[in-house]
């Protein structure tokens, strides 16, 4: 299994930055995709961001140019840096990792637990 620990969440100012990392852990034996998904009260879990292992990178439209997703492969974790935050960014943010256990052939979605984002005066 593989198991997802998020930090970084918490109340910020409208225009603020955060930070947040999410570390997969377990027997891992390859990650495919390491991403970040946000549910608002009310509304749909939506996709964020993403990084594949060979780079490519997807962002919802509403938080390009503001949001930056990396990676380390080292450390098995993701990070998403959230600059110029607003209101509307106020959810609860979901790291997900597609990843293979260690000897699995086959590829599974995991997510975390959930931190809560804030963005409020």
């Known amino acids: 299994q593989v198991q997802l620990v998020e930090s970084g969440g918490g109340l910020v100012q409208p225009g603020g930055s955060l930070r947040l990392s999410c570390a997969a852990s377990?027997?891992?034996?390859?990650?495919?995709?390491m991403g970040w998904y946000r549910q608002a009260p009310g509304k749909q879990r939506e996709l964020v961001a993403s990084?594949?292992?060979?780079?490519?990178?997807n962002y919802a439209d509403s938080v390009k140019g503001r949001f930056t997703i990396s990676r380390d492969n080292a450390k098995n974790t993701v990070y998403l840096q959230m600059n110029s935050l607003k209101p509307e960014d106020t959810a609860l943010y979901y790291c997900?990792?597609?990843?293979?256990?260690?000897?699995?052939?086959?590829?599974?979605?995991?997510w975390g637990q959930g931190t809560q984002v804030t963005v409020s005066s």
């Open positions: 997900n990792v597609n990843a293979r256990v260690s000897g699995a052939w086959t590829y599974n979605n995991y």
């Open positions: 377990g027997s891992i034996g390859s990650i495919y995709a």
């Open positions: 990084l594949t292992s060979g780079g490519r990178q």
